[in-house]
């Protein structure tokens, strides 16, 4: 059964930043594209960033120049940094891990709320 476990959310007032972790206990984790994704109150889960497992990245265009995904293959986490926070990022942030076309879990979310 594979775990994600999200770490480092928290309160920070705009402008701030948070650096975001997600551990995971898949085997294949070098071979994963990983993602983060986040729903803000009363809307839709949104994709944030994704970087697959030759490091390719991508961003959604409100949160290009200020949040960086990356990960450490050796030790199966993957980290979201977010700088220069605005209020409408907040939300609950979720790790996505997909491997194959079949194969794809979820953590269970961290809170992050941005204050004006």
């Known amino acids: 059964q594979v775990q994600l476990v999200e770490s480092g959310g928290g309160l920070v007032q705009a402008g701030g930043s948070l650096r975001l972790s997600c551990a995971t206990t898949?085997?294949?984790?070098?071979?994963?594209?990983m993602a983060w994704y986040r729903q803000p109150p009363g809307k839709q889960r949104e994709l944030v960033a994704s970087i697959n497992f030759r490091g390719t990245t991508t961003y959604a265009d409100s949160v290009k120049d200020r949040f960086a995904i990356s990960r450490d293959n050796a030790k199966n986490t993957v980290y979201l940094q977010m700088n220069s926070l605005k209020p409408e990022d907040t939300a609950v942030y979720y790790c996505n891990l997909k491997l194959g076309a079949s194969n794809e879990y979820w953590g269970q979310g961290t809170q992050v709320t941005v204050s004006s």
């Open positions: 898949a085997s294949a984790f070098r071979l994963a594209t």
